[in-house]
């Protein structure tokens, strides 16, 4: 039998390595979202010092899939055809009447 036997608080260790990682992407996550409300543009974001230098690319790239950052880049976009809109002279977001 050649099974290693663990370090005493091994286990203990990796939860907090997997809790670590777990709040270190909820910080990027928050981070993105606030800068996306702030005007800025998504690839401006995810080239930010903050971002690159807490993450790797592809947690950079999992960000794209996160629920809450797809719904401040919809709620980014619905905001600039609203103001784009009442630019040209339209309606803000409201359906056109029926005839």
Same mark, same amino acid.
């Given at each position: +039998?050649?099974?290693?036997?663990?370090? %005493? !608080?091994? &286990?203990?260790?990796?939860?907090?390595?997997?809790?670590?990682?777990?709040?270190?992407?909820? $910080?990027?996550?928050?981070?993105?979202? $606030?800068?996306?409300?702030? !005007?800025?543009?998504?690839?401006?974001?995810? $080239? &930010?010092?903050?971002?690159? &230098?807490?993450?790797?690319?592809?947690? $950079? +790239?999992?960000?794209?899939?996160? %629920?809450?950052?797809?719904?401040?880049?919809?709620? !980014?976009?619905?905001?600039?055809?609203?103001?784009? !809109?009442?630019?040209?002279?339209?309606?803000?977001?409201?359906? %056109? %009447?029926?005839?």
């Amino acid at each position: +039998m050649t099974e290693k036997a663990e370090q %005493p !608080g091994s &286990d203990v260790s990796k939860r907090f390595r997997d809790l670590t990682a777990d709040v270190r992407e909820e $910080r990027l996550v928050r981070y993105v979202i $606030r800068q996306l409300q702030l !005007g800025r543009h998504l690839d401006d974001v995810l $080239r &930010d010092a903050y971002v690159v &230098d807490h993450s790797m690319e592809t947690t $950079r +790239m999992a960000l794209l899939e996160h %629920p809450e950052v797809i719904q401040a880049l919809e709620k !980014g976009l619905r905001s600039q055809f609203a103001d784009f !809109g009442e630019k040209i002279g339209g309606t803000s977001g409201e359906e %056109p %009447p029926d005839d």
